[in-house]
């Protein structure tokens, strides 16, 4: 055997051999047209407040169940994916002391109407839960690069933001939960969970700075990826790094804030005003690369804030933000009946004897 050739076939196939042979992977959406999968989506959020030697605690989580689908994959590898909110659902702990606040698409009307008080709070509890279920039961379609990227928001996505107000203030914005651009691209780019930009071997790392604005209050999130593991079927990616404060304030689009109910120059102050500590972050992500969907994920978010409140004073905050997304089935999108109640066990009659022996 001549093992000059032999040597020199080697090294010709050694410098063909493409990126994953020599230890990199170059991910993308591998998502097939007609691919479909069942996610539920959840938020909990926790937050202790102290203003003016008062401290208030509340506790909220949102629940979205998805139906996603590629209707379509053309020559460049971009996705046409229509997602059905199939349902969304949760609950709010309202301050002082009141209770808590539930909503639920699939339930009744009925089970969801408020009393008025006189004071007005079953109108404003009304009002929150619009603000929540914002979107439910409704479909709309983007496009998304072979990155997992939504790059292009269709017609019927479009609408929906206008139906549901598409802006982050008033007591939408305070709720939280108003559909708006950013969250519906949340939606879709969590289904398929973190794709590295570049080609990357297992333990390589790549920082991702991002701005969260969602809200009126939004972070700076500054991470660092890495590749944990990688196979034929999955890959997995763990997530730590910091929450600070942004450059400056703005919209969900990266525009100035309007005066919108006269809140602008209070959140303005509050902004410049802030102060963020302990910000962190960690958390994982597991992808398919049989079907190119999600498998898992859980991200931690967590930090003290501390701003100022104008007339009402100083605040300091300690908030946490945990995000899950997990496979399920169409079966999520129907609430759970209630189990039937047990009939309490009835006292024994008691015997009657038929008169004194004697």
Known sequence: MNHSKLLSLVTALALCAPASAQGEFDFRVTAKKGASVWLQQEVKQS?????????????????????????????????????????????????????????????????????????????????????????????????????????????????????????????????????????????????????????VAVGGKWAKNETKNSSRMPMQNKVEMTLSKADAESYEITVVGTVEKPAAPTGADGEELEDEDGQA????????????????????????????????????????IEMSMAQMGDMAMTIKITTTVKRTTADAATPKKPEPKKDEAKPAAPTTGGGDKK
């Open 47 to 199: 937050q202790i407040i102290d203003m003016q030697g008062q401290e208030m605690e509340s506790e909220q989580a949102t629940s979205r169940v998805l139906q996603l689908t590629v209707k379509d994959v053309d020559d460049k590898g971009d996705l046409v994916v229509e997602t059905k909110i199939a349902r969304v659902f949760g609950s709010m702990g309202l301050p002082m002391g009141m209770g808590e606040m539930e909503f639920d698409s699939a339930a009744s009307e009925a089970d969801e109407d408020d009393e008025d008080d006189g004071m007005g709070m079953g109108a404003m509890m009304s009002g929150m839960k619009k603000a929540f279920l914002a979107g439910a039961g409704k479909t709309f379609t983007v496009k998304v690069d072979g990155k997992g990227k939504v790059v292009e928001l269709m017609d019927d996505a479009k609408e929906l933001l206008k139906e549901g107000g598409g802006g982050g203030g008033g007591m939408r914005g305070m709720a939280g939960a108003s559909l708006n651009e950013e969250m519906l691209k949340s939606m879709v780019e969590e289904a398929f969970g973190a794709v590295p930009e570049k080609p």
């Open 265 to 304: 120059a209070m959140q303005k102050q509050m902004m410049e005003s802030m102060q963020v500590k302990n910000g962190k972050i960690d958390g994982f992500c597991r992808v398919s690369r049989t079907d190119g969907f999600v498998l898992e994920v859980k991200n931690t978010a967590s930090a003290d």
